[in-house]
């Protein structure tokens, strides 16, 4: 087996390993302890969020869909390994058509906070509908973790919707601009949750990024 191989069989078996809830953090107070690394999920509402840690951890209702304004904003917390490897944080969604005001506020200092005050989170995976391809409001969470030089890294979802020169495109576009960006990784990998691509490279992919 080559190395690309044994990541990728090495992030399947813990990734088929014990995973669990730990806790729902509504504010910085309800934080976990730092004891784990850390990596987060972010992206926009109905992005694909949800699926994607489901089709990651082989489970098929770790992370519970909402499309709920307002009862989203809060970090999600799963213990990986046992013993405890690693943690997925699944942060709120954001850019909703009709979110009022206050509560992107409350998006902003929470989230913010939270890559600020975060030694233990490792990396970032912004997740990017394949169809719409980067939006103001991903500019916006890039900048933001550019400034708190929290690394991250652009997902593209729901590859399967659109057809593979249209992928080829949209990952040529997010690409270019992934590299005018001082925190973020330069390789963008596509992935689809409802038929499985690219997730044996994601797992790598977050294996790597709090083993690195
Ligand atoms: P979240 O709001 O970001 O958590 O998004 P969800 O995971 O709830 O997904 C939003 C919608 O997109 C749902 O209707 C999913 O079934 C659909 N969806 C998510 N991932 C995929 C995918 O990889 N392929 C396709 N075709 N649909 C997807």
Redesign the pocket.
């Known amino acids: 087996m080559d190395e690309v191989e044994d990541r990728i069989e090495a992030a399947r078996k813990l990734f088929a390993g014990p995973i669990a809830f730990l806790r729902s953090a509504p504010e910085l107070k309800f934080l976990p302890e730092p004891t784990a690394p850390e990596v987060a999920f972010a992206?926009r509402?109905?992005?694909?969020?949800?699926?994607?840690l489901n089709a990651l951890t082989g489970r098929n209702s770790l992370?519970r869909?909402s499309?709920t304004p307002g009862r989203t904003q809060e970090l999600n917390f799963f213990d990986v390994g046992d013993p405890l490897q690693f943690r997925l944080v699944d942060m709120p969604?954001y850019g909703f058509a009709k979110a009022p005001k206050d509560l992107m506020r409350k998006w902003r200092y929470l989230v913010n906070d939270y890559l600020r005050g975060r030694p233990v989170l490792k990396r970032v995976l912004v997740l990017v509908d394949s169809r719409h391809g980067l939006k103001d409001v991903d500019r916006e969470l890039m900048d933001m973790l550019d400034k708190a030089a929290v690394s991250y890294r652009l997902v593209l979802?729901?590859s399967?919707?659109v057809k593979a020169s249209e992928l080829a495109e949209v990952h040529a576009r997010v690409v270019d601009e992934a590299r005018k960006h001082p925190a973020a990784h330069p390789h963008v990998i596509a992935t689809?949750?409802?038929k499985g691509g690219g997730i044996p490279e994601l797992r790598a992919a977050v294996l790597d990024s709090v083993t690195e």
């Open positions: 992206g509402s109905n992005v694909g969020k949800s699926s994607l992370a869909t499309n969604g979802t729901k399967d919707k689809s949750s409802e």
